[in-house]
C-alpha cells in the first residue's frame, strides 16, 4: 500500500507513523509474511500456544465502521479445554476518540458532540454482542487540565448526570455493562471534584463508581490543580459477565494498584487513559501486558486519539516554552492476557473500537 509520507520522512496524517495507523500495519505490510508472522509471535505472544484469531463480526457493524471511518478490529483469546469446568467467553470492547469540535465551541455542544460521535461506534459494539464497553478516561471533554484554568471545571458531572443517562439507554438496549469515565461532580460533598470511572449494568442501573488512585504531578499533566486522589479503595464490581475493576490512567505506573485489584478478586481490569507520545508511548505496549502476565486477569488499555488545541496558551513549570496544546494522544488502543499474549493495537490517530472475546478460564 503506497503511503502519503513527506521528505523528512514524517506522515502527512496527524498522529500516523510514517503513513500507517499503527506499528502493526507498518510492519504487516513492509515484511514478508513469513518474516511478519514471527516478528508477531515475539510481540504479540501465543495465545495457549497459537496465534491470537481474528473474530468475523456482523455486516451490520462492519457498515457502521465504514459509514463512521472509525477503526474495526476483533480477536479472540482463548483457553485450554477444561474438564471439570466450561469455559466462561465474554465478550469485551474498548472505544478510543478524538474530540468532536474544538475546544473554543460551547461547552454543552463539545459535550453533545461527543455523545452523537460515539453513538454508532457504541451501537456498533452492541450489534457485535459485546457484553462488557469501557470507554477512554474524561471521555466526554477535552483533556484541558493541563491549562490549569477554572472554566473546564464545567464539564464536571454528577453520576447520574447526561452522560451516564446517554449511556444507560444504550446499555438497556443491548444488554451491556458500560465503563463510564467522567470528571465527576460529588453532589453530596459541596460539589468536589473527582476523576471517576461509573460502572453501568446491563440493565442500565449504576453498580457502582471508582475514583482515581494516584494523580500525576508530571509536565503538563496539572490534574491535582482540579482533584485530588480518590477515596474508594481498590473495588472490584462482580456483573453478570464477570468481575471487573478500573485502573484509571496514571494508576498503570503503580504495580501495587495493579495488585490491589487483582487480590480483590478482577478478572477484567480496564485502563482507560489519556497519555501522549513523548512521555509514555515506549511503556504502553509493556505496563498493562506486564500487570496481566503478573497479576492472572485480562487488561483492557484505552487511550484517547487526537491533539487537542486550546485558546490560551499555557507552562507548567517545566521550562518549556509556552504552547497551547498537550502533544498527540496516540491512541494505540489494545488487550493483554494473563499469558503473556496482546492484541495488536488500535490506530495512533483515528477512533475505534476493539473487540475481544476472551475465555476467563485463563485467569487461573
Request: glycine content about 8%; hydrophobic content about 35%; proline content about 5%.
Amino acid at each position: 500500500m503506497e503511503k502519503n509520507i513527506s521528505e523528512n520522512g514524517e506522515a502527512v496524517a496527524n498522529g500516523s507513523i510514517c503513513g500507517y495507523d499503527s506499528l502493526h500495519q507498518l510492519l504487516s505490510e513492509n515484511l514478508k509474511p513469513e518474516l511478519y508472522q514471527e516478528v508477531s509471535r515475539i510481540l504479540l505472544g501465543s495465545n495457549c500456544g497459537r496465534p491470537l484469531e481474528h473474530i468475523v463480526l456482523p455486516d451490520t457493524a462492519k457498515s457502521l465502521s465504514s459509514k463512521h471511518g472509525f477503526d474495526l478490529q476483533a480477536v479472540s483469546f482463548s483457553a485450554d479445554e477444561e474438564q471439570m469446568r466450561k469455559p466462561r467467553v465474554v465478550r469485551v470492547g474498548l472505544i478510543q476518540n478524538s474530540i468532536a469540535l474544538p475546544t473554543t465551541a460551547p461547552f454543552l455542544d463539545q459535550t453533545r458532540g461527543i455523545h452523537n460521535k460515539l453513538k454508532p461506534i457504541i451501537e456498533a459494539a452492541g450489534v457485535a454482542g459485546v457484553n462488557i464497553l469501557c470507554l477512554q478516561e474524561a471521555w466526554t471533554m477535552p483533556f484541558a487540565f493541563c491549562t490549569r484554568e477554572k472554566k473546564w471545571c464545567e464539564f464536571a458531572e454528577p453520576v447520574d448526570g447526561e452522560s451516564t443517562k446517554f449511556l444507560q439507554e444504550l446499555a438497556k438496549k443491548y444488554n451491556m455493562v458500560i465503563v463510564n469515565p467522567i470528571l465527576e461532580r460529588d453532589m453530596d460533598h459541596g460539589e468536589v471534584l473527582w476523576n471517576t470511572a461509573v460502572i453501568i449494568g446491563n440493565n442500565g442501573n449504576i453498580i457502582g463508581k471508582h475514583r482515581k488512585n494516584h494523580i500525576p504531578r508530571v509536565g503538563d499533566f496539572n490534574e491535582s490543580t482540579y482533584y485530588m486522589e480518590g477515596d474508594t479503595g481498590h473495588p472490584v464490581f462482580e456483573t453478570v459477565f464477570g468481575k471487573i475493576a478500573v485502573n484509571i490512567c496514571y494508576g498503570r505506573h503503580h504495580p501495587l494498584n495493579w495488585l490491589a485489584f487483582g487480590l480483590n478478586g478482577a478478572e477484567i481490569v480496564f485502563n482507560p487513559s489519556a497519555t501522549v507520545g513523548e512521555l509514555s508511548e515506549p511503556m504502553w505496549p509493556i505496563e498493562a501486558r506486564n500487570a496481566a502476565i503478573a497479576n492472572s486477569y485480562f487488561v483492557g488499555s484505552i487511550n484517547r486519539v487526537g491533539t487537542e488545541v486550546f485558546p490560551n496558551a499555557f507552562t507548567s513549570g517545566d521550562g518549556k516554552p509556552q504552547h497551547n496544546d498537550f502533544g498527540h494522544f496516540y491512541g494505540s488502543s489494545h488487550f493483554s492476557a494473563p499469558d503473556a499474549s496482546c492484541t495488536p493495537s488500535l490506530s495512533r490517530y483515528r477512533d475505534g473500537l476493539l473487540i475481544s472475546d476472551m475465555d476467563l478460564n485463563l485467569c487461573r
